[in-house]
């Protein structure tokens, strides 16, 4: 009997099982191919060789097969499995040696017993008990970079950290005149939302003029340092981590450790400065940029002067708010440093690690940055000042 | 196996250069590079570290323009084929990177499984047992699921071969398929490379500069010369290694530049 034949004339691939005295042959036929568009019912064969298995060896007929791949391979090996399972004698020897050669390959180094595939049942208080231990070793680990950061400083006062200046300075530049734009772009906008929020509600007491006031204390106290440090997060945290987790997956901190080179030294404190300097002087310049914002609408909406405004701001804002908002930028300039080098320094050693280590960076800054803020806040509250 | 490229004519040679031309834009690295290579052989691109070797092979298997010259697959012109004859004739190529080239969020299954969901329309369970195969093929059988950051460098290789034998390849490509291995691993890749050759039936091109591999496993050589830009030597390595058969330079690569040292010595 022939292959059946399908639309572009190829013979689709069919087994039969017939028996010759005491064994049973499995005649194959067709093209096997991965790529056609019938699969062989195997369930079928199976249960036919279940049916005749009163023998002691199958042999393989390969008369009326064609064209082979993998297909066929895998069929084999299904058959060859049957065979030992019923301990029946699997004839290779009328099989080509390209055949014979790939089952004996596959079959040469037994399957390694990993357990990995085994999916094992697990219970919602495993999972919490997971969470809260990944948690505590989060903690962990941040509490224990942030001492090393700190021994770090410490060496670095008595002049015996090995600190890369270049690389300071370097940061220093990429964390200030060159974040200008960005910063400046995202303050002027959030001044003049700020403003558009005020304008609405104090319009109708007639008291559109303190939208200079809302607009300067917000920026000053809180909006200045929260944006500049989500922009710094996002653009300068998410670096360091991918910076620090390229060096880490092409072993430069191993080289590092290796000199006895502190990698905290060397990579991270001059990173931490840098923001620690920066980000001050960045938060000032997101204020002001702000307010101007906030005129924006003060002048074309509530049709105010320009004079009338500045001066309602220079009232409403005094030296302790914009202080307030200086102080916080510079913590923030440091969690977004820790958050991106400890990512970097803690990343895995593949390509999918770094870039998993920069969101993490981004996420964990923000939520510092934003926790304590926050923490300062009432902490002022309770102090009075 | 019998795919339906690279096997189906066996007096048309399985890849055949002509003239072809190798640069970086205006920079000519190698030019007049003209060679075939038979359905079946392994051939290997020799030559000294910067020669041009992987650049080579990244024309063979398209991630390079050609820009003079010209590239057949079994008679037919891949350089100059139309955007989907070249899809097709590159469906029939296994690439073995020099790392691996795993992709590192998928497991060794998934990396297989890729090529396999792309351009068959097996099931996911056919697919699963084929990358199996695959994987037991190269001694790994039993670490499916595992990520190629959990693996030894010498098991990434030999996934990363699984997976170009994923689409049961006409040619496989091997770039320094040798490096970074240890003497023991490094001989082990090369008999399974020469056993796949057997028992696939493919061509298989191999860049490498490891001497006790080019005389394992090549039927056939080029070398590449990095001073004159040209490919100075075509045959079997035995054959070249003697007196008279090639340049010198050959024979001082071959012999690891034992003639040059003795002659300066005597």
């Known amino acids: 009997m022939n292959a059946a034949v399908n639309s572009n004339g190829r013979s689709l691939p069919d087994a039969e099982v017939r028996r010759e005295g005491e064994e049973l042959v499995l005649a194959l036929k067709g093209e096997w191919s991965l790529k056609t568009e019938r699969e062989i019912n195997q369930s079928r064969i199976f249960g036919t060789l279940e049916k005749e298995q009163a023998t002691h060896a199958v042999r393989v007929d390969i008369s009326g097969l064609k064209t082979w791949d993998t297909s066929l391979l895998i069929f084999l090996l299904k058959v060859e499995d049957w065979c030992r399972s019923h301990n029946i004698d699997f004839r290779q020897d009328s099989l080509p040696r390209a055949i014979s050669g790939l089952i004996a390959l596959s079959q040469a180094v037994p399957e390694k017993q990993t357990g990995r595939s085994e999916k094992k049942r697990r219970f919602f208080f495993y999972w919490l008990g997971a969470a809260i231990l990944a948690a505590l070793d989060g903690i962990q680990v941040t509490l224990d970079f942030t001492g090393q950061c700190t021994q770090s400083m410490a060496r670095l006062l008595r002049g015996k950290a090995a600190f890369d200046w270049r690389l300071f300075w370097l940061t220093m530049q990429e964390c200030s005149a060159q974040a200008l734009p960005i910063v400046g772009l995202i303050s002027g906008l959030t001044g003049l939302i700020l403003a558009f929020v005020g304008a609405i509600q104090l319009r109708q007491f007639g008291a559109g003029i303190y939208v200079a006031n809302l607009v300067a204390v917000a920026m000053a106290r809180e909006m200045g340092a929260i944006m500049t440090g989500v922009i710094m997060a996002g653009r300068t945290g998410a670096a360091f981590a991918a910076q620090i987790g390229s060096m880490k997956v092409s072993e430069e901190i191993d080289a590092l450790k290796t000199l ?55 009232l409403s804002m005094g030296l302790p708010d914009i202080a307030t908002g200086v102080a916080k930028s510079a913590v923030f300039g440091v969690i977004i440093a820790l958050t991106g080098c400890q990512r970097g320094i803690g990343c895995g050693n593949d390509a999918a690690a770094v870039g998993n280590a920069a969101t993490s960076a981004v996420v964990l800054a923000i939520t510092w940055i934003v926790a304590s803020d926050a923490i300062i806040d009432v902490i002022q509250q309770l102090g009075n000042f | 196996m019998m795919p339906e490229t690279g096997r189906e004519n066996a007096t048309v040679p399985a890849i055949e250069v002509r003239h072809l031309e190798m640069g970086y834009g205006s920079f000519i690295l190698m030019q007049d590079i003209s060679f075939t290579v038979e359905a079946g052989q392994v051939m290997v691109i020799m030559g000294g570290s910067g020669c041009g070797k992987s650049t080579l092979l990244k024309y063979l298997i398209g991630l390079k323009e050609v820009e003079k010259g010209e590239i057949c697959y079994q008679g037919r012109s891949f350089s100059l084929a139309s955007e989907e004859e070249r899809e097709r004739i590159q469906r029939s190529f296994g690439v073995l990177y020099q790392a691996g080239a795993l992709w590192s969020t998928r497991t060794l299954a998934e990396n297989i499984a890729l090529p396999l969901e792309q351009y068959t329309d097996l099931s996911a369970k056919q697919i699963r047992e084929i990358a199996s195969l695959k994987l037991s093929l190269v001694g790994l059988k039993g670490f499916e699921d595992f990520y190629p950051s959990e693996i030894s460098g010498g098991m990434r290789k030999r996934a990363g071969l699984a997976r170009a034998m994923a689409l049961d390849p006409a040619i496989l490509f091997f770039d320094e398929p040798s490096a970074g291995l240890d003497p023991i691993s490094s001989r082990r890749l090369d008999d399974l490379i020469l056993r796949l050759r057997d028992s696939l039936g493919a061509t298989v091109v191999v860049v490498t500069h490891e001497l006790p591999s080019i005389f394992t496993i090549a039927d056939t050589s080029i070398f590449l010369d990095a001073e004159t830009r040209k490919m100075i030597a075509h045959g079997d390595p035995r054959e070249l290694v003697k007196e008279g058969k090639s340049d010198k330079k050959v024979r001082d690569f071959l012999t690891r530049g034992e003639a040059e040292y003795s002659s300066r010595t005597s």
Request: hydrophobic share 60%.
């Open chain 1, 260 to 314: 006895a080179i502190s990698p905290v030294d060397f990579l991270v404190t001059p990173r931490m400065l840098a923001l620690f300097f920066m980000m001050p002087l960045l938060t000032l310049y997101s204020v002001l940029i702000g307010i101007a914002g906030g005129a924006v609408v003060g002048v074309t909406v509530l049709s105010l002067s320009l004079t009338q405004y500045w001066n309602q701001t220079l």
